[in-house]
């Protein structure tokens, strides 16, 4: 095809995009693993909340079984009483932190100023604490979805109290006297 040529019908000229239809209000945020199917509970929402659940909760039993191989590792090593507990205190306020920090999270946006990117540190250590956290919220909703229909239905309400004060074409409309 010429850039002469007309595009057949159904298909955009070359190097120019197809108009994209009017928006019909805002779009919902996808959360992972799970696209935008939490708006309407459909697309086999039910079952990604099992599978995703199940497989948060296959990970975090993982994660403690190499934990328990790696304080295995500490007591063959012998390297004392006082770092075997140091670990497993450490692993246990780490992981309790992250259960907290995340169940947090799918409430509320964090502040931009928060202290959520000091703590990624603390996070990655007790990352069974919120293994844990996505599989108990499994139970209830996709993790997030709580905040993230809140916002929705917030923005739709706001998008269609905006639609529906228009009225006419404001250019037809006459201008206002001066007084």
Sequence with gaps: MTPAEPAPAGQAPAGRTPAAPAPTGPEPEPIRYFGTTWVHHDGGYALRRAAVGAGSLITAVAAAMLLRLSYEGLEIGNVGPFLSISVVVLFAIASAIAF???WDSYGRRPAPSSDEAALKGLKAIGFIGSLIAYFLRC????????????????ATAEFARRRSARTGNPAARRAKRKK
């Excluded at 209830?140 to 916002?151: F, I």
């Design 100 to 102: 907290v920090k995340t």
């Design 139 to 154: 139970f209830v909703e996709a993790p997030g979805e709580k905040l993230r229909r809140a916002e929705y239905e917030r």
